[in-house]
């Protein structure tokens, strides 16, 4: 059974730098794509990265991208880099697995396997 627990985020300043951290369970990364996605109250909830289960592609929303990277390491753990961070970025983070697929998968029904959020605020 997968299972994905985010930690990290918390509250940052603007133009600060923030990281989240997504550590995964009884699944291997090499087989699987993960994405990060954030979702405000009462709103969709929004892709903002993703990262191919070869770990040789990514994709980014306009919104973050030049500021937010994703990455793994070689345990088990993925995280997103948020750098030039906006109050607009201030939400809650999910992170998403699905097996195979690809970095151009963006919406929430591509992934199988959700984590429960980790709240980010960012402070102007």
């Known amino acids: 059974h997968v299972q994905l627990v985010e930690s990290g985020g918390g509250l940052g300043q603007a133009g600060g730098f923030l990281k989240v951290a997504c550590a995964a369970s009884?699944?291997?990364?090499?087989?699987?794509?993960m994405g990060w996605f954030r979702q405000a109250p009462g709103q969709v909830r929004e892709f903002v990265a993703a990262?191919?289960?070869?770990?040789?592609?990514k994709n980014y929303a306009d919104p973050v991208k030049g500021r937010f990277t994703i990455s793994r390491d070689d345990k088990n753990t993925v995280y997103l880099q948020m750098k030039s961070l906006k109050p607009d970025d201030t939400t809650v983070y999910y992170c998403?697995?699905?097996?195979?697929?690809?970095?151009?998968?963006?919406?929430?029904?591509?992934?199988?396997?959700w984590g429960q959020g980790t709240q980010v605020t960012v402070s102007s």
């Open positions: 998403a697995a699905r097996e195979y697929g690809n970095s151009l998968f963006m919406a929430t029904p591509d992934y199988d396997y």
């Open positions: 990262l191919s289960w070869s770990g040789y592609t």
């Open positions: 009884g699944h291997t990364f090499s087989s699987y794509t």
